[in-house]
């Protein structure tokens, strides 16, 4: 396991009643409602969270390998995110699918710089070997 050699930020959280609870982080700029998958409540899931924060990393880490490259990518890149929640042997289990929109790239610099976000992306890294993950270039 790789260890962390200078924290950069860390993200500090309460919260309380479990998938039918409340979220706040310690600067209050999250303040939310949770609320079990599909049971159509108000407030959010953790899958839900875990996706968009998965998405906007992984953003990050394409914008990243195409500074090195001297490309900027696109104002209106996207990452849509699906995270499933199901079970397997009795237990849970997440797998994901990243579909990647970088619009205005040819395919070849887009596929390779997706792929360079997934090498470095620490949600990426996170996941690898851990659970199923799919990712395309659309």
Not at 15 to 34: C, K, N, P, W, Y
Not at 49 to 69: E, P, Y
Request: proline share 4%; net charge neutral.
């Amino acid at each position: 396991m790789t260890t962390i050699d200078k924290v950069l930020y860390t993200a500090k959280t309460h919260v309380t009643g479990g998938r039918d609870g409340f979220a706040r982080s310690s600067d209050e700029q999250l303040v939310i409602r949770l609320s079990p998958p599909g049971s159509n409540h108000a407030g959010t899931n953790p899958e839900q969270l875990f996706a968009a924060g998965w998405s906007a990393c992984f953003i990050g880490a394409m914008s990243h390998a195409a500074a090195k490259r001297d490309i900027k990518i696109p104002a209106d890149t996207a990452v849509d995110a699906e995270v499933d929640l199901g079970m397997t042997n009795g237990g849970y289990l997440l797998q994901a699918r990243l579909r990647v929109t970088l619009p205005g790239l040819d395919g070849e610099t887009a596929r390779s710089l997706v792929a360079e976000a997934h090498q470095n992306c620490p949600y990426s890294k996170a996941t690898r070997g851990n659970i199923t993950v799919e990712i395309s270039v659309v």
